[in-house]
């Protein structure tokens, strides 16, 4: 086992520099570029992100053809934070509707010839997908504003990360994903404090767990 893989192989037959390159992924990017009127190949940062797209448009879609869908655990979290981070690295590119209509069938049409089942099962794939961008964009939409709000206060005061409570009240009060946080945190060159971010939530899950104690047992005594 060489580890070489068929992607490897494909970029080496095609001519390509890497593996964003080849015929199975690079629609997507051009998909992506064409919508955002961005330019691959221009500028570095802006590759990047539609590295990001091509790569966890196609790797979304492979998983919820294996019917994983989007939740806060195991497979379904690694779903939901691919498909989020396509989605956000879409509105930096400065495209704000919704992409994954635009994408995922792209993505499809390369996929299909070797994974057919994925076209059979395609109208529960893409309402799952659209679903949950439609979810995200409005909890972005609150969020980025807070957390601007937020960093902008961290600079003036002359401080270098946002506080573990900030980032809790982000994701309690907003729902704003504490990967999302810590991801425009570095773009602005701060750092979140995340050791009190995870003291908070531990202590909101004792909380809840001792509510739901309480209540069964006030169930029980009536």
């Known amino acids: 086992d060489t580890?070489?893989?068929?992607?490897?192989?494909?970029?080496?037959?095609?001519?390509?520099?890497?593996?964003?390159?080849?015929?199975?992924?690079?629609?997507v990017i051009e998909k992506a570029s064409e919508v955002s009127g961005r330019t691959?190949?221009?500028d570095h940062a802006d590759d990047v992100r539609f590295r990001v797209i091509?790569?966890?448009?196609?790797?979304?879609?492979?998983?919820?053809?294996?019917?994983?869908?989007p939740?806060?655990?195991a497979r379904g979290y690694v779903l939901r934070r691919l498909l989020r981070r396509a989605v956000r690295?879409?509105?930096?590119?400065?495209?704000e509707d919704p992409a994954l209509p635009l994408l995922l069938p792209v993505s499809l049409?390369?996929?299909?010839?070797?994974?057919?089942?994925?076209?059979?099962?395609?109208?529960?794939?893409?309402q799952i997908a659209y679903a949950e961008e439609e979810a995200f964009r409005q909890t972005l939409g609150k969020g980025t504003q807070i957390f601007e709000s937020a960093a902008v206060k961290v600079k003036e005061s002359g401080g270098s990360g946002l506080s573990g409570e900030a980032a809790f009240t982000l994701h309690d009060t907003y729902g704003?994903?504490?990967?999302?946080?810590?991801?425009?945190?570095?773009?602005?060159?701060?750092?979140?404090?995340?050791?009190?971010?995870r003291s908070l939530m531990a202590e909101q899950r004792s909380r809840?767990?001792?509510?739901?104690k309480a209540k069964k047992g006030s169930h029980a005594d009536t």
């Open 54 to 69: 091509a790569d966890h448009v196609r790797s979304g879609l492979m998983l919820m053809g294996d019917g994983v869908t």
């Open 3 to 27: 580890g070489m893989g068929l992607e490897r192989v494909a970029y080496l037959l095609q001519g390509k520099g890497n593996l964003y390159e080849i015929d199975e992924v690079f629609p």
């Open 71 to 73: 939740g806060n655990e």
């Open 109 to 126: 049409e390369r996929m299909k010839a070797s994974y057919p089942e994925l076209e059979a099962d395609f109208p529960r794939i893409e």
């Open 176 to 197: 704003f994903p504490i990967d999302i946080t810590l991801e425009m945190a570095a773009e602005k060159g701060l750092s979140v404090d995340e050791e009190g971010f």
């Open 208 to 212: 809840a767990k001792a509510d739901a």
């Open 40 to 42: 691959y190949g221009k």
């Open 89 to 95: 690295s879409m509105r930096l590119l400065g495209f």
